[in-house]
T-cell receptor, first 111, second 115 residues
Framework: KAGVTQTPRYLIKTRGQQVTLSCSPI?????VSWYQQTPGQGLQFLFE???????NKGNFPGRFSGRQFSNSRSEMNVSTLELGDSALYLC??????????FGSGTQLSVL | GNSVTQMEGPVTLSEEAFLTINCTYT??????LFWYVQYPGEGLQLLLK?????DKGSNKGFEATYRKETTSFHLEKGSVQVSDSAVYFC??????????????FGKGTKLSVIP
């Protein structure tokens, strides 16, 4: 069974640009969550989607948005990039609330 | 709000040494507790979990007991191996309503095991 797939693996952008990251969950998983990982702040929750609906959102500015498609694939978008948005963005899918399966992440560098 | 505090790293141990990584939490209600492990260049993997007080989670020789009286969930392993070198994250899960939940993570503890 394929795991959680995130693309691209690495991304370099400049300030002011926007970026879209993609996540394909494990087949059958309807919940997809996104986390931001930085050396200073650690892992922080961005948002969670279930059946194309955002169920929960963390404390991030409106520049961070996401969506989920009918096949459970999810995308997150960051507009007007700032240097502080440089991070590893992790996607996780789950079938039950007690076990999340994480992808390898997208490493975003903002120059 | 909810928070997780785990011991600062890095931790360097010799192979076959005993490992303890401390983790304490602050939460309302009765959260579930987890340890996740992250190997270099990879995402997080669930190592073990405990869902109620006095539960002991165990996997691959690692153990942690949910202690409500001390709000702790310390990770232990009796004999570490070089392959255990990774970053370990303590986390709690809380119900955010509408069936949703989110994980709150500690900052992570990097473990290096030398032969």
């Amino acid at each position: 069974k394929a795991g959680v797939t995130q693309t691209p693996r690495y991304l370099i952008k400049t300030r002011g640009q926007q970026v879209t990251l993609s996540c394909s969950p494990i087949s059958g998983h309807r919940s997809v969550s996104w986390y931001q990982q930085t050396p200073g702040q650690g892992l922080q929750f961005l948002f969670e989607y279930f059946s194309e609906t955002q169920r929960n959102k963390g404390n991030f500015p409106g520049r961070f948005s996401g969506r989920q498609f009918s096949n459970s694939r999810s995308e997150m978008n960051v507009s007007t990039l700032e240097l502080g948005d440089s991070a590893l963005y992790l996607c996780a899918s789950s079938l039950t609330r007690e076990k999340l399966f994480f992808g390898s992440g997208t490493q975003l560098s903002v120059l | 709000g909810n928070s997780v505090t785990q011991m600062e790293g890095p931790v360097t141990l010799s192979e076959e040494a005993f490992l303890t990584i401390n983790c304490t939490y602050t939460a309302t209600g009765y959260p579930s507790l987890f340890w996740y492990v992250q190997y270099p260049g990879e995402g997080l993997q669930l190592l073990l979990k405990a869902t109620k007080a006095d539960d002991k989670g165990s996997n691959k020789g690692f153990e942690a007991t949910y202690r409500k009286e001390t709000t702790s969930f310390h990770l232990e392993k009796g004999s570490v191996q070089v392959s255990d070198s990774a970053v370990y994250f303590c986390a709690l899960s809380r119900d955010s309503g509408a069936g949703s939940y989110q994980l709150t993570f500690g900052k992570g503890t990097k473990l290096s095991v030398i032969p």
